[in-house]
């Protein structure tokens, strides 16, 4: 079993910035990834970002690129998530996953955030 983590959420306003991380435990061995997913209120859960456990490999949503920057501390089995030029539309619970076999397997609670206008 993996444990994750999430913490980092909050208020901020429009143009601002946050950094989520996401700690994980257990078995992190064996997983291979790690992703940020995102779910507004009434929408379902959409993908943000993902990375390698070794640093490479990332990709984004078109939604945040150039604004978001996701990021491993493998020493530390933390993954972050750095929000920058954070938008209203970006209002959510962010989840981070971690994926095994080709599946995302393992998720956090989630964490908030809310980007006031």
């Known amino acids: 079993q993996v444990q994750l983590v999430e913490s980092g959420g909050g208020l901020v306003q429009a143009g601002g910035s946050l950094r989520l991380s996401c700690a994980a435990s257990g078995r992190t061995f064996s997983t291979d990834r790690m992703g940020w997913f995102r779910q507004a209120a009434g929408k379902e859960r959409a993908f943000v970002a993902a990375?390698?456990?070794?640093?490479?490999?990332?990709n984004y949503a078109d939604s945040v690129k150039g604004r978001f920057t996701i990021s491993t501390d493998s020493a530390k089995n933390t993954v972050y998530l750095q929000m920058n030029s954070l938008k209203s539309e970006d209002t959510a619970v962010y989840y981070c996953?971690?994926?095994?076999?080709?599946?995302?397997?393992?998720w956090g609670q989630g964490t908030q955030v809310t980007v006031s206008s």
């Open positions: 990375i390698n456990w070794s640093g490479g490999g990332t």
């Open positions: 996953a971690a994926k095994k076999d080709g599946r995302y397997d393992y």
